[in-house]
């Protein structure tokens, strides 16, 4: 017991790794637990119907924090972790300056473009709808603003507290607000009341972050004199921003086009499979936000063979639980949709198992994207993402006419496929590193 306390309390990177990945997969793993909570009361207050226009708006808003999140998040976890690991405060206070700055702008001027185009929707939209998507636009500064913070404290290496806001209080607090408005208030719940609850929570998190990176900022940093913005950090930010933008177009865009061939509730019902799906992504997105700076740090230190051990490792430890969770949705998932939304959700079973296919390749093949980003490949990650998005779009116009939502989770593995591969290919050829559970077998 000694022994394994000692380990814990190191500072080696596998030490850092377990620790910290403990650490984090039980804060996405409340993530998820809390996004399941609010989906069943979600379904089981609102309906299935209502629950459809929830979620459509919000993937809304997730588009629209395309042009403003801008790749900048990407570009502060690297920028800081670098500048910290080679004492560049200068440089860390000067991008999170700018960062906060243009995306402050950003943010005013898509809500400028979404309300002015609100005006010309409302003859096609009901109340309902309309109201919904005015809270996502009063929700969408404070969520820009805690990925800004989340991500300087991420580069700071306080992945925990860095994930805190996003992965715990919003889900965690707003299902708490939606259950006691909904004992206090049963007859006034919609999807609009939901989305302006999904507001107030966002906001308090959003202190939250604020309040913690002033907290955990060095003094060196606070003291240290900013420099001026660079051309290359617009430029890492533009293509940064164009394949995190086309990824974030990519989750959702089946969700969006969905509403094209099929009603609110099948929207539900999908919804309900990628929650599902998402709990087989837990370990790598957990591990993630500690590999990123990890992988900036030792990339600018040039520790290439630490960094092919991290790999390796990190991969091998996520496929091994996401193969786990996979098993027990392919052999029980209809019993656990039945018993947590309801016997008409479980109509939500063969997208998830289409969906899970695509989680299993993901974790097999490693960090790769958050590889690519942090050694300086943003370039190639954009290229993948954007021709996987079009992959996407051609498959979901294509496919789900006739197949309904079965279709749009197949054209959403397909792509992710394609990408995952591309990109492990692409990791391969740039840095000599193999990112896959199964080391050197498959390169």
């Not at 405060?89 to 960062?99: A, F, L």
């Not at 019902?269 to 700076?293: C, D, E, H, K, Y």
Request: with cysteine; hydrophobic share 55%.
């Amino acid at each position: 017991m000694k022994n394994i306390l000692k380990f814990l309390n190191g500072t080696s990177t596998k030490s850092r790794l377990i620790k910290d990945g403990m650490s984090s997969l039980i804060v996405n793993g409340g993530n998820k637990v809390f996004v399941l909570i609010t989906g069943v009361l979600l379904v089981r207050i609102l309906g299935k119907s209502e629950y459809g226009i929830y979620s459509y708006v919000l993937s809304m808003m997730y588009i629209l924090v395309f042009p403003i999140e801008f790749g900048i998040v990407n570009l502060i976890v690297r920028e800081t972790a670098r500048g910290i690991t080679q004492q560049d405060h200068s440089t860390v206070k000067g991008i999170w300056y700018w960062s906060f700055r243009i995306s402050i702008f950003l943010s005013f001027g898509a809500l400028l473009i979404a309300g002015i185009g609100s005006i010309w929707a409302k003859g096609f939209f009901s109340q309902v709808e309309m109201s919904t998507f005015y809270w996502v636009l009063a929700l969408l500064p404070f969520q820009v603003l805690i990925y800004i913070g989340s991500a300087s404290l991420r580069g700071l290496s306080k992945v925990i507290i860095g994930q805190i806001a996003d992965m715990i209080i919003i889900p965690g607090l707003f299902a708490a607000l939606f259950l006691v408005t909904y004992i206090w208030t049963p007859n006034e719940m919609n999807a609009a009341s939901a989305m302006a609850l999904r507001t107030a929570a966002t906001f308090i998190a959003f202190l939250f972050t604020i309040i913690c990176l002033i907290k955990k900022t060095p003094n060196e940093v606070r003291n240290a004199h900013p420099i001026d913005p660079s051309k290359a950090w617009f430029l890492s930010a533009l293509t940064l921003g164009m394949g995190s933008g086309f990824n974030i177009l990519k989750t959702h865009l089946s969700t969006l086009f969905l509403g094209l061939f099929v009603d609110s509730g099948q929207i539900g019902t999908f919804q309900v499979a990628v929650s599902a799906a998402a709990f087989a992504g837990v370990a790598l997105q957990a591990v993630n936000a500690i590999l990123a700076p990890m992988f900036a740090s030792l990339i600018a230190q040039k520790e290439m063979e630490k960094f092919q051990k991290l790999a390796t490792t990190s991969s091998r430890i996520v496929s091994a639980f996401n193969l786990v969770v996979a098993l027990t949705f392919i052999f029980f998932g209809k019993p656990l949709l039945t018993f947590a939304f309801g016997p008409e959700l479980v109509d939500a079973y063969p997208s998830l198992i289409i969906l899970l296919v695509g989680q299993l390749v993901n974790s097999f093949t490693g960090s790769v994207a958050y590889i690519l980003n942090m050694a300086g490949y943003e370039k190639d990650v954009m290229k993948v993402i954007g021709i996987s998005t079009g992959i996407n779009l051609i498959l979901v116009l294509i496919i789900t006419p006739f197949w309904g939502i079965i279709g749009a989770a197949i054209a959403s593995t397909v792509s992710f496929i394609f990408s995952q591969f591309f990109m492990h290919r692409l990791v391969y050829k740039k840095l000599g590193i193999v990112s896959n559970a199964f080391g050197r077998l498959f390169h």
